[in-house]
């Protein structure tokens, strides 16, 4: 019996971040499955070479995660700070939530492909041996998400959330 590779962060629904620390949280979890899916790739590897471009891709995974939580951590200080500023009665997501009433239903469409995108991806390296072609495909999936963060950015107003959006596509560079 082949064991799933598959990850919760993937099988679940994958809702819109009405903050910032929303907004990289979701970058940590979606590299958080990029490592995975590169972790499933090495273990499949049949040469050096190829494993040393996956173990590479990995550690820049791991260093845009650590990224992605320094800005989670400071958004969500900012955000508790606001929170307490305003005697405990502002909520900012219900603002926010309000402000992309609009768009709300495209980001969504957005997340929800690229969930697609990554469950595709796992089960397409799950099911085959490794190619160059699947390393390949493995590597534009950082593409994808960084064009994913810019569409993301696009469709919140100016802020932090377009901002944290903004930063993690530069990230992903």
């Keep these: 019996m ?4 598959t990850t919760p962060t993937v099988q679940g629904s994958v809702s819109c971040p009405l903050s910032a620390s929303q907004a990289y949280k979701l970058g940590v979890d979606i590299h958080t499955v990029m490592i995975n899916i590169y972790e499933v790739l090495a273990g499949k590897c049949s040469n050096t070479s190829d494993y040393k471009a996956t173990k590479k891709m990995i550690e820049r ?16 200080n900012c955000e508790v700070g606001r929170f307490y500023n305003s005697g405990g009665i502002e909520l900012e997501e219900d603002q926010m939530a309000r402000s992309i009433a609009t768009t709300r239903q495209l980001i969504q469409r957005n997340l929800d492909n690229c969930r697609a995108h990554m469950e595709t991806l796992e089960r397409e390296i799950a099911a085959t041996g490794v190619k160059e072609e699947t390393i390949t495909v493995a590597g534009h999936t950082k593409e994808y998400v960084k064009d994913l963060y810019q569409r993301l950015a696009q469709l919140y107003p100016q802020g932090e959330i377009r901002r944290a959006f903004e930063d993690m596509a530069e990230m992903c560079q």
């Excluded at 995974?61 to 969500?76: C, P, S, T, V, W």
């Design 2 to 5: 082949m064991k799933s590779s």
């Design 61 to 76: 995974e791991q260093e845009r995660i650590a990224a992605f939580r320094k800005g989670f951590e400071f958004a969500l």
